[in-house]
């Protein structure tokens, strides 16, 4: 069994432990990223400070490289010498509310980009695509949960429609160069060396300070708060579980979760939403401190709720989520006091 793979995005919070894991499992990671300013730049080193210290990390098995993405010529020359057999694209500009002001860092990052990435894959023959997708391009959806074959045609943000486009495109490298495609929608992913921005992050960080935590929709935003171990653990089991081409599939009634072409869509979620409030007790409840509660009303470019259905990737390769949204607090807050010596 082959183990090369491309990871974009490595320093970023799912690439890090999907880079780590990787490694762990014996492949052979090439990790790029760019380092962007987005979110400290000092989490993002650190990250990568940590898999090179790990004594996992054999020198054969990893190997980073400061890469943009819109660095084509040098993507070129990455696939060229590495010549990685599956690609993992993590890297993106991530926020939804960010890019309500910042339109062209999404356009760039997750338009150009991507298919920067997934051009160089195609001429590469890579063996199998996997991208990161988002729940945002559910958008408007009132019925949840949410399930692959629902409509994602009404987008309420620019990052949810440069993720529904990269579906799009990677649609339609499959359908034409025959280049096997795998889009995962995560849903709200937590953890330790998370993202800064993530209201969970703002939450613990301004409650230890006691400093007032603005809470949207009166907390009674419904969230399908993901574990990053259950993402990860998704990633390990479908890389080399790779999309075919259905012959059978009923042009005259098409179904948005299949194709005709070697392609997928999954959703990966807990399958247990929660009522932002009810998240917020919890993080009191492990740190032992009350938070001061600034109730507001809802956010541009936001949904009010989401929740997946995961019936098709349980039964593509048999996931089901094993961290609960308490012990997976508990985790990322002990890291959380242990990163900032607290």
Same mark, same amino acid.
């Given at each position: 069994?082959?183990?090369?793979?491309?990871?974009?995005?490595?320093?970023?919070?799912?690439?890090?432990?999907?880079?780590?894991? =990787?490694? *762990?499992?014996?492949?052979?990671?090439?990790?790029? !990223?760019?380092? $962007?300013?987005? &979110?400290?730049?000092? %989490?993002?080193?650190?990250?990568?400070?940590?898999?090179?210290?790990?004594?996992?990390?054999?020198?054969?098995?990893?190997?980073?490289?400061?890469?943009? =993405?819109? *660095?084509?010529?040098?993507?070129?020359?990455?696939? !060229?010498?590495? $010549?990685?057999? &599956?690609?993992?694209? %993590?890297?993106?500009?991530?926020?939804?509310?960010?890019?309500?002001?910042?339109?062209?860092?999404?356009?760039?990052?997750?338009?150009?980009?991507?298919?920067?990435?997934?051009?160089?894959?195609?001429?590469?023959?890579?063996?199998?695509?996997?991208?990161?997708?988002?729940s945002?391009?559910?958008?408007?959806n009132?019925?949840?949960?949410?399930?692959?074959?629902?409509?994602?045609?009404?987008?309420?943000?620019?990052?949810?429609?440069?993720?529904?486009?990269n579906?799009?495109?990677?649609?339609?490298?499959?359908?034409?160069y025959?280049?096997?495609?795998?889009?995962?929608r995560f849903f709200?992913?937590?953890?330790?060396?998370?993202?800064p921005?993530?209201?969970?992050?703002?939450?613990?960080?301004?409650?230890?300070?006691?400093?007032p935590?603005?809470?949207?929709?009166?907390?009674?935003?419904?969230?399908?708060?993901?574990?990053?171990?259950?993402?990860?653990?998704?990633?390990?089991?479908?890389?080399?579980?790779?999309?075919?081409?259905?012959?059978?599939?009923?042009?005259s009634?098409?179904?948005?979760?299949?194709?005709?072409?070697?392609?997928?869509?999954f959703?990966?979620g807990?399958?247990?939403?929660?009522?932002?409030?009810?998240?917020?007790?919890?993080?009191?409840?492990?740190?032992?401190?009350?938070?001061?509660?600034?109730?507001?009303?809802?956010?541009?470019?936001?949904?009010?709720?989401?929740?997946?259905?995961?019936?098709?990737?349980?039964e593509?390769?048999?996931?089901?989520?094993?961290?609960?949204?308490?012990?997976?607090?508990?985790?990322?807050?002990?890291?959380?006091?242990?990163?900032?010596?607290?």
């Open positions: 069994m082959s183990k090369k793979v491309l990871i974009t995005g490595a320093a970023g919070f799912i690439g890090f432990h999907s880079s780590k894991r =990787l490694i *762990e499992e014996g492949y052979e990671v090439i990790g790029i !990223d760019n380092f $962007n300013n987005y &979110y400290d730049v000092k %989490l993002k080193k650190a990250r990568i400070e940590y898999i090179e210290k790990s004594k996992k990390s054999i020198h054969k098995k990893w190997k980073f490289i400061k890469c943009d =993405l819109l *660095e084509r010529t040098k993507l070129d020359e990455i696939f !060229d010498k590495y $010549n990685p057999e &599956y690609v993992l694209n %993590l890297a993106a500009q991530a926020g939804v509310r960010y890019s309500i002001d910042n339109p062209s860092e999404y356009i760039n990052s997750n338009i150009v980009g991507f298919m920067n990435l997934i051009e160089c894959c195609r001429y590469n023959e890579v063996k199998h695509f996997i991208y990161a997708s988002s945002s391009v559910y958008g408007g009132k019925t949840i949960p949410f399930k692959e074959d629902q409509g994602v045609n009404h987008p309420v943000s620019l990052y949810a429609a440069t993720k529904r486009s579906e799009l495109i990677a649609h339609t490298y499959s359908h034409l025959n280049l096997p495609s795998t889009g995962l709200t992913v937590y953890g330790p060396w998370g993202r921005d993530m209201a969970y992050y703002i939450f613990t960080s301004k409650i230890l300070k006691g400093e935590i603005k809470i949207f929709n009166h907390g009674k935003m419904l969230r399908d708060f993901t574990y990053i171990d259950d993402v990860t653990n998704v990633i390990s089991k479908i890389i080399h579980k790779i999309p075919k081409s259905n012959i059978k599939f009923d042009l009634n098409p179904v948005p979760s299949k194709s005709w072409a070697p392609f997928k869509i959703n990966v807990n399958s247990n939403p929660m009522e932002l409030i009810t998240f917020i007790k919890i993080i009191e409840n492990k740190l032992g401190l009350k938070a001061k509660k600034e109730l507001l009303s809802m956010q541009l470019g936001d949904v009010e709720a989401t929740s997946s259905d995961l019936g098709l990737i349980d593509w390769v048999g996931f089901k989520p094993e961290t609960s949204i308490e012990k997976g607090i508990e985790i990322f807050i002990n890291w959380y006091k242990d990163y900032y010596n607290i």
